[in-house]
C-alpha cells in the first residue's frame, strides 16, 4: 500500500510505543516524516531506523517540547520552511500519573492538562494554521488525528487528572473538526485502550494489573502498539475521506465486558 505517496506528516511523542509505530506505518506506505518528541537521541533512534529500512531520508527530527509555546512556534517555522506544506498531524505526545483526587496535587493535575491537553490545542492551532493556507494552494484530504485514550469515556482508577485530560481530548477534536472543515482539514481521535508501552510497562509488571486487563478485556489481553497506528494510518489516510469529528475506540473490547 502506498496511501501517504506525497504525504508531509508531523507525529509528535514519536520517540517510542504508538507514536513510533505510527511513524514506521506511515513511512512504509510512502510519507515524509518529521518525528517531534523532547528527547532527541530517541527520535533519532526512530529515524535511523525507518531511513536505513527505507534506503531514503523518509524521516527528519525535530526535538521539540510540545507544551511550550516557543517550541511548537519554532516547530511550525521548521515545517514551512523545510517542507512548505503538511497533510497529515498525529498529535500522540502524552503521560501519565497515578493518585486518588483527594491526594492528588494541584501541580500534578496541571501538569498532566498540560502535556495531553495544551499540546494538542497549540500544535493544533499552530501547524494547522500551515495546513488551512497550504489548502489555498492546493485542495486536498488533510487530516489530524489526536491521541486520546479509554479512559476518556471510562475514568480509569487512581487516574482522575488523565482521565479529564483524554475526555478534553475527545472534545477537542470535535471542536477542531467543525473549524477546520471548511479548508478540507478533517480531525478525528482514536482512544486505545491497555497497550504495551514504556508508559503502561511499570505498571504491566505487576502481574495482578496484567490478570485484571485480561480478565475486563474482550479479547482478553493487552494491545499492541501496531495496533493503534493501523487505525491512525487509517484515519490520517484518505481512504477516511467522510470522517471528521468522529472518535474511534480501540480498546480491546474493555467498555463492552
Ligand atoms: N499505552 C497505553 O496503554 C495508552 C492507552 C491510551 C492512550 N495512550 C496514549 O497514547 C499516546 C502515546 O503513548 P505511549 O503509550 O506510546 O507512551 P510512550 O511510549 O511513553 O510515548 C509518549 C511519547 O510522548 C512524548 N512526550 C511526552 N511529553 C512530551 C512533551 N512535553 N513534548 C513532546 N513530547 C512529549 C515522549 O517523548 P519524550 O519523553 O522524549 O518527550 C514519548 O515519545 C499518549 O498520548 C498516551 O496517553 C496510551
Avoid: C
Amino acid at each position: 500500500m502506498s496511501r501517504f505517496k506525497n504525504t508531509i506528516a508531523v507525529i509528535t511523542g514519536a520517540g517510542s510505543g504508538i507514536g513510533e509505530m505510527a511513524a514506521t506505518r506511515l513511512a512504509n506506505e510512502g510519507a515524509k516524516l518529521i518525528l517531534v518528541s523532547r528527547t532527541a537521541s530517541k527520535l533519532e533512534r526512530v529515524a535511523d531506523k525507518i531511513n536505513e529500512s527505507l534506503k531514503e531520508q523518509a524521516a527528519a527530527i525535530f526535538p521539540a517540547d510540545v507544551t511550550n509555546e516557543s517550541d511548537v512556534n519554532e516547530l511550525g517555522q521548521f515545517v514551512r520552511r523545510e517542507y512548505g506544506d503538511l497533510h497529515v498531524l498525529v498529535n500522540n505526545a502524552g503521560e501519565s500519573g497515578q493518585s486518588s483526587i483527594l491526594e492528588l496535587g494541584s501541580e500534578e493535575w496541571d501538569q498532566i492538562q498540560k502535556t495531553n491537553t495544551k499540546s494538542v490545542f497549540l500544535v493544533s492551532k499552530t501547524l494547522g494554521k500551515l495546513m488551512a493556507e497550504a489548502s489555498d494552494t492546493e485542495s486536498r484530504d488533510r487530516s489530524i488525528v489526536n491521541v486520546a485514550s479509554l479512559s476518556g469515556h471510562k475514568a480509569g482508577a487512581k487516574i482522575p487528572h488523565y482521565s479529564a485530560s483524554k475526555a478534553a481530548v475527545i472534545n477537542f477534536t470535535k471542536a477542531l473538526a467543525a473549524e477546520l472543515a471548511q479548508y478540507g482539514i478533517r480531525s478525528n481521535s482514536v482512544s486505545p485502550g491497555f497497550v504495551e508501552t514504556p508508559l503502561t510497562e511499570e505498571g504491566l509488571k505487576n502481574q495482578k494489573v496484567e490478570e485484571a486487563i485480561k480478565r475486563n478485556t474482550a479479547l482478553g489481553r493487552v494491545g499492541r502498539p501496531e495496533e493503534i497506528a493501523n487505525i491512525i494510518a487509517f484515519i490520517a489516510s484518505s481512504e477516511a475521506s467522510y470522517m471528521t469529528g468522529s472518535d474511534v475506540l480501540v480498546d480491546g473490547g474493555w467498555l463492552i465486558t
